[in-house]
Structures are given as C-alpha cells and as structure tokens.
C-alpha cells in the first residue's frame, strides 16, 4: 500500500472516530458525517509513451502508444461540525492509478523495410525477423495524489428549506507521478557476402530510464462555499471550493544502456568487439504554486431522521502541475490535470 493510501486512511479513520467519539455523546445537533466511496478517473495527464514507425522504401506508417491510466476506486470522508452559525470542518480524499505496456518487435525481412522505435528516452530500430534477436520494451506509468482541508465555516443565510455557508481555511496534499521504462534487444546477426567471403555482424542492447516528478507536502490557503435544500425526504447539496497548493516539486530522470557489437567474417578472419555504455541523468527542484478548485453536488433521501443516502459527482481540478521530464530535458513542463468521477453517499448527523 502506497504512502497515499496510508495517509489518507488514517485521515478517514480520524475523522470517523472524532465523529463517534465526541460527536454522538453530544445532545445539541450539529454534526455531519459524509462517508463518500468514489470511482475517480483523471484527464489532462501525458499518457503518450512512444511513436513505432514502419518504413518500407519511400513509404512509412507511425503509430502511437499511450498508457491507459483509467479509473479507480477512492474514498472521500468530510466531518463538519456546526452548531449555530459558525463551524469547523475537515475532508479527505485520495486517488491513483496506473498502466504498464509490454512489447516485441521486429523489422520485416525485405530489404529497405524496418520498425523504429521512439520514445522521450528511447530511439531504438527492431532487428529483422530472420537475425535471431527481438527488440523488448516494458514501461510503467503511475499517478497518485492526497488532498486534505481543515476550515472554519460561516452561515451566510437560512432558509426555510436550506442554508448557504462559507468556508475558509487551509488545503494540503501530495502530488507523484512516475514513468519507468526499459528496453533489450536479444543477440541478433546479419550476414553480408562478399566478393571472396561471407562477414557476420552481431549486435544486441539493454537500457533503463526512470522519469519522475514528486512533492510530499504542499499547502496554501483555500475558500469556498456550501449550499443545500431541502424538500420532504429529498435533499440536494453542492460545494464549490478553491485554494493554491504551494510546495516543493522535484523533477528527475536517468537513463543507463549498454550497446555491444562484434564482426567475424570468413574465410580471411578479421574478429572485432566493441561495447559502449551511456549513463546520462537531470535533475531540478523548485517551488510552485498550483491552483485548485473543486466542485460537487450529490442528491440524498433521508432515510431516517439521522441517517440520508444518495449519489453525486465530485471533481477536482489542478493547474499547471508539473510533469516528469524527458532524458536530457533542458525546460520545466506542466499539465492541467482533472479528476472526476461518480460517488455514492451515506451522510450521520447528530
């Protein structure tokens, strides 16, 4: 289990146990549990991997690969407690997802006819079917982020049927996204004649790249409002908040390969080998600012008098967040990120 999940929970498990622990043995009613399961996707993020381009003679085909970072189940948790006009509340949610590719290729055996491969760490060609070798790339991409508000509240109007509040207070969160990637080609061996002979080549691969872009802890201060209504057994409630997440980003990548090649050739015998390795890394680290706003509305029907179920939509948008960079990147590169998804809801209040 990630350390996301891990801060989250105990997140959830606080807020579930303040809320049983003072908020049930308090007689004046005030307080609100909201226990949100959630299926959560997210849009905006790089999933491109590589381009793999068939050529043959004059003419070529390329097509892309992209990493299926689809959705996954999450958990959000809030505990408000508002007694009269003026409250205090904190939430809770987390989310991650990944994907991983593998592959073989291989060029067709026509000559002039071949399969490259291009990725941002990797520019590789596939060896022929018929030379013995096989070129295989593995990559894995992974996402993850925590988010956590602790806030005051303020009453703003009542109504018969509903209530608009403010809320204002403090965001934090945590934000990684990684890619790792790989790549071996197997011995593969040509063969050319000659005049007087037949000379062989052999040549085969392995390389390694990690990119990855982190923040363990952000904070900055945030606002929103909250609204609801009321009728009969039906209830609607929306919340709109925003805040900036500031902190530290550092931002790295590093890429290890190993390329060997030998000549042979018959019947004048003039063998060679020769190995060249390639080490090469960036790194850099700064502060950013990433502006976030949230949004979600839910219906519910109460149940009993304590006890209200519904379903919502819930979203979360992060802008100009920080990707992980390319081998030998020489700039900075962000993204807008939006997650989004369904929520079922089980709302206490006391």
């Known amino acids: 289990m990630n350390k996301q999940k891990i801060l989250a929970l105990r997140v959830v498990a606080v807020i579930i146990g303040v809320f049983f622990l003072v908020g049930v043995g308090n007689t004046q009613e005030g307080w609100n549990l909201q226990l949100e399961p959630m299926y959560m996707g997210v849009a905006g993020n790089n999933n491109h991997l590589a381009s793999i381009t068939t050529s043959s003679g004059s003419s070529s085909v390329t097509t892309t690969q992209n990493f299926n970072l689809g959705g996954n189940g999450t958990f959000r948790g809030q505990l408000e407690y508002m007694p009269e006009d003026w409250g205090v509340g904190i939430s809770g949610w987390w989310f991650d997802t990944s994907s991983s590719i593998n592959q073989n290729l291989n060029s067709p055996v026509q000559t002039n006819s071949y399969v490259s491969y291009s990725s941002n760490n990797f520019g590789l060609s596939a060896p022929p079917l018929n030379s013995g070798g096989t070129l295989n790339t593995a990559a894995r991409s992974s996402l993850g982020l925590w988010s956590f508000d602790a806030y005051g509240i303020k009453s703003l109007g009542e109504f018969q049927n509903g209530r608009i509040s403010m809320t204002f207070g403090a965001k934090f969160g945590g934000f990684n996204n990684s890619l790792s990637e790989s790549a071996y080609q197997s011995p593969s061996t040509s063969y050319y004649t000659y005049y ?140 807008t990120l939006v997650f989004y998804g369904g929520l079922g809801s089980i709302n206490l209040r006391y």
Not at 204 to 229: D, H, W, Y
Not at 231 to 257: A, D, P
Not at 275 to 289: G, L, M, N
């Open 196 to 335: 007087n002979g037949v000379s062989s080549t052999t040549y085969s691969s392995v390389g390694g790249a990690g990119n990855s872009v982190n923040s363990n802890f952000l904070v900055g201060p945030s606002i929103g409002f909250n609204g609801s209504g009321k009728y009969g057994n039906n209830r609607l409630e929306g919340m709109i908040n925003q805040s900036v997440l500031i902190g530290n980003f550092s931002r790295k990548n590093s890429l290890v390969s190993q390329y060997w090649y030998s000549y042979s050739s018959f019947p004048i015998n003039y063998p060679s080998s020769y190995s060249y390795p390639s080490v090469s890394s960036f790194s850099d680290s700064e502060t950013v600012a990433i502006p976030v706003t949230e949004m979600k509305i839910k219906y519910l029907y109460d149940v009993t008098e304590n006890l209200s179920l519904g379903l919502g939509f819930f979203a979360s948008l992060w802008v100009d967040t920080p990707t992980p960079p390319a081998v030998q990147a020489n700039g900075q590169q962000y993204k």
